[in-house]
C-alpha cells in the first residue's frame, strides 16, 4: 500500500496532486493512503505502507515547519524499514535536509520554471527511460554538497543535483515533477508568473512536443515495482 504525504500548503496544489497520485496507484493496483501532515500531524499507522512518495510544496525548505516534524518521523521509520521512499521538489531537498544537514540545502542561485532537458545515468529508477528526459521543473531551492551515502543521478546546466539515491537503499529524491504534463502544472505557472517579474527570464521550453513529457509516468512505476 502507497502512503502519500502531501506537503503543499495551497489546497488547490493539494488537490492536484492527490488527484495524480491516485491514478498513478491506480495503472500499479495499489492501495493508497493521503496524509497531509500541514492539516493532520498525526502519523498514520506506518506499519501497513509498503512505499511512500513526498511532494513537493510552496514552503522553502530552507526554514523551519512544525508539520516537517511528523514528516520526518515518518522518512526515518521507512528508511530504517528500508522500505522504498521518494521525494519530489521540495520533498527531495527535505531528505537531504532531514538526513545531512540544514547546509546541504540552500536557495538556488539559478532558479528554473519550466521543461528542462535533463541528464541522467543508469538507475532502477530510470529504467525504460529514453534520452534526452524532458521534465516539469519549479524551484527556487536545491540540494547541495551531497557526502558519500548519496549517489547524484541526474542534472541541468542550473541544477547540479536534479536526482539522487540513498546508496544501497531503495531512497530516491528528484528535483523536477515527474508527475506533471503540460496541462496540470499551468496553474502553478500562472502564479508564478503573476507573483514574480522575473518569471520569463528563468523559463525553460526544451520540449519538442508535449509527448516528451510522457515516459515521466515510468519514473512512478520504476518506484512502486521497487
Known amino acids: 500500500m502507497l502512503l502519500v504525504a502531501d506537503t503543499f500548503v495551497a489546497d488547490a496544489y493539494a488537490a492536484t496532486f492527490d488527484r495524480l497520485m491516485l491514478g498513478c496507484a491506480a495503472k500499479a493496483r495499489m492501495g493508497v493512503k493521503l496524509w497531509r501532515p500541514l492539516n493532520h500531524p498525526q502519523l ?16 522553502s525548505v530552507v526554514d523551519d ?44 542561485p539559478t532558479p528554473e520554471f519550466g521543461f ?38 541526474a542534472s541541468t546546466l542550473d541544477c547540479a543535483v536534479q536526482a539522487f539515491q540513498m546508496k544501497n537503499l531503495p531512497v530516491w529524491g528528484v528535483q523536477f515533477h515527474p508527475e506533471y504534463g503540460p496541462g496540470s502544472i499551468e496553474e502553478i505557472f500562472t502564479a508564478e508568473e503573476a507573483s514574480s517579474p522575473d518569471f520569463r527570464k528563468r523559463y525553460f521550453d526544451d520540449r519538442k512536443d508535449d509527448s516528451d513529457l510522457a515516459q515521466n509516468q515510468q519514473i512512478f512505476s520504476n518506484f512502486l515495482s521497487a
Request: aromatic share 10%; hydrophobic share 40%.
Open 116 to 153: 528542462r532537458e535533463i541528464s541522467f545515468q543508469a538507475n532502477p529508477l530510470f529504467a525504460g527511460i529514453r534520452k534526452p528526459l524532458v521534465s516539469v521543473v519549479t524551484h527556487f531551492d536545491e540540494v547541495t554538497g551531497l557526502g558519500i551515502e548519496f549517489s547524484v543521478l
Open 44 to 59: 498514520p499507522d506506518l506499519s501497513r505502507f509498503s512505499h511512500m512518495i513526498m511532494s513537493g510544496s510552496e514552503a
Open 65 to 108: 515547519h512544525p508539520w516537517e516534524r511528523p514528516l520526518a518521523k515518518a522518512l526515518r521509520e521507512f528508511i530504517q524499514a528500508r522500505k522504498p521512499v521518494l521525494g519530489i521538489c521540495y520533498s527531495h531537498q527535505f531528505i537531504a535536509k532531514e538526513l545531512l544537514g540544514k547546509e546541504h540545502v540552500r536557495h538556488s
